[in-house]
């Protein structure tokens, strides 16, 4: 069983989730319900992360969270006006809610095959969440791409 490489890859892309959704609320501070939302949801994703650490150990893995700071975009398609950087911010948090998305499907289906409950469960708890992440994501792309693009 090759668990130990899925629990790595969903700690990696889950803890680049959170200090994304972080990152995203310190650059957007002005757009309330952003700044809001995204440290809510970041929330969601810190602790997913505290859930997986234990699953690590079974495996030999050490599952801390990194503290880097990680990257959104500052300029896109040559643009820093406010309204392309929201969307272009949206766009890299979509992306990344979606691989996250997926990790958890790929855990709920090994753990699934294996027999394993405890990381079925695992991923039955937290992969709705993500999807709710996914959801947030992309209602806010729908909503800001018109401003944006169009403007």
């Known amino acids: 069983m090759k668990f130990h490489l ?15 959704l972080l990152t995203m609320a310190d650059h957007h501070r002005a757009d309330h319900e952003t700044f809001h939302v995204a440290r809510d ?10 859930l997986l650490a234990p699953a690590g150990k079974e495996f030999g893995l050490d599952l801390t969270p990194s503290e880097e700071p990680v990257a959104l975009t500052r300029d896109w398609l040559g ?3 406010p309204s392309v950087l929201l ?7 979509y ?8 990790d958890w499907e790929l855990l709920a289906q090994a753990a699934q095959g294996a027999r394993r409950a405890d990381l079925l469960s695992l991923a039955e708890h937290c992969h709705p969440q993500t999807l709710r992440q996914l959801r947030w994501a992309n ?8 401003q944006a693009l169009v403007s």
């Open 6 to 20: 899925l629990l790595d890859e969903l700690h990696r892309s889950e803890d680049e989730l959170t200090r994304a």
């Open 41 to 50: 949801l970041a929330a969601w994703s810190a602790g997913h992360l505290r």
């Open 79 to 81: 643009h820093r006006e």
């Open 87 to 93: 969307l272009a911010d949206f766009r890299h948090l």
């Open 95 to 102: 992306r990344l809610a979606a691989g996250v998305s997926v």
């Open 139 to 146: 209602a806010r792309l729908k909503d800001s791409a018109t």
